[in-house]
Every structure is written in structure tokens, then in C-alpha cells.
């Protein structure tokens, strides 16, 4: 029987604020990587709400997507001691928009030791410590200018009605 292809798929906050870029600080089995807020689609979420939802989890700040930045495709292969190779295709979905305020009582997501804000010469001088090359990529695209309407990514009303 073959087995079908499933690539991982994520949604990223793209936010930048005078110059700077928000990045995460979080503990991995490669060691303090740096990311965009960053994490996988739920069941029963549009990628727009799972955007918003990782960047509060990631950075306790409230964060409305207001474009799609890019749609990207990346690869990682790692082998962990003892273990398998490992092979996954992640499908990310970028968004750029506004941040909000810090939600009171809100604290940071597991393995997320802190945010940083840095300018695009510290996220290039730091591409060893990124956790995907996508944190590179869509910083550039956005310093571009790259940006698409929200409705590129249309949800169907059944990923809603169908949830657990």
C-alpha cells in the first residue's frame, strides 16, 4: 500500500515595527533557535486564525493579519541519536499584519525563552541560529514590499463544521 504525502503545515506572523523584526527565542533539540511566531494549523482553524493564535501564544501580543505575505515550501532532514531519519516538508503559510497589545496574564508557549526585536542586518547576521531558512526569506520578502490579499486563502465553511 503506498502511503500518501503529507506535508506539516504552518502558519507564520510576519511583524515588523520601525525597522525591526519579532522574532522568538526558542528552545529546540538543535539548541536557542530564532523564528518568526510561528506554528502548525489546528483541526478546525483557517490559516488566518492559526496565524493569530501562534503569534499570541509565541509573544503574548494580540496580532491581526492583514496580507498574505507568501506561501512557501521547505524540507528538513535531521537524525537524532538513536533514532530514524527524520523527513518532513513544511507547507507555510505567511502572513504580515498589525500587532496588538499584550493580553493581560498572557504568558509565552512552551520551549519560547523570549522575543527579540531585531533589524534585518542582525536576523542575516544570525542565519545559523534559524530554526527554517523561511525566517530569512519571508523577512526579505516583506522588505520587498510583497504582499496579497487576505482572500488568496480561502476556508471553506466545512473545516469548521467538521472539527472533533
Do not use: N
Given at each position: 500500500m503506498n502511503m500518501r504525502w503529507k506535508p506539516s503545515v504552518t502558519v507564520a506572523a510576519i511583524i515588523e515595527r520601525d525597522g525591526r523584526f519579532l522574532l522568538v527565542e526558542e528552545e529546540t533539540t538543535e539548541g536557542l533557535m530564532l523564528n518568526n511566531p510561528a506554528g502548525h494549523l489546528?483541526?478546525?482553524e483557517s490559516p488566518v486564525e492559526g496565524c493569530a493564535r501562534e503569534a499570541l501564544?509565541?509573544?503574548t501580543h494580540r496580532f491581526t493579519p492583514t496580507h498574505v505575505l507568501g506561501i512557501y515550501l521547505s524540507r528538513l532532514q535531521r537524525q537524532r541519536p538513536g533514532e530514524e531519519m527524520e523527513d518532513i516538508t513544511y507547507l507555510r503559510f505567511a502572513f504580515a499584519g498589525t500587532l496588538g497589545d499584550v493580553v493581560p496574564g498572557?504568558?509565552?508557549d512552551t520551549g519560547i525563552v523570549r522575543t527579540l526585536w531585531l533589524t534585518p542586518d542582525e536576523i542575516r547576521a544570525s542565519a545559523a541560529r534559524h530554526r527554517?531558512?523561511?525566517v530569512q526569506r519571508c523577512m526579505?520578502?516583506?522588505?520587498?514590499?510583497?504582499?496579497?490579499?487576505?482572500?488568496l486563502v480561502y476556508t471553506d465553511t466545512s473545516v469548521q463544521l467538521?472539527?472533533?
Open positions: 489546528d483541526p478546525g501564544e509565541e509573544t498572557a504568558q509565552l527554517s531558512p523561511l526579505e520578502d516583506h522588505l520587498r514590499g510583497q504582499r496579497y490579499p487576505l482572500d467538521l472539527q472533533k
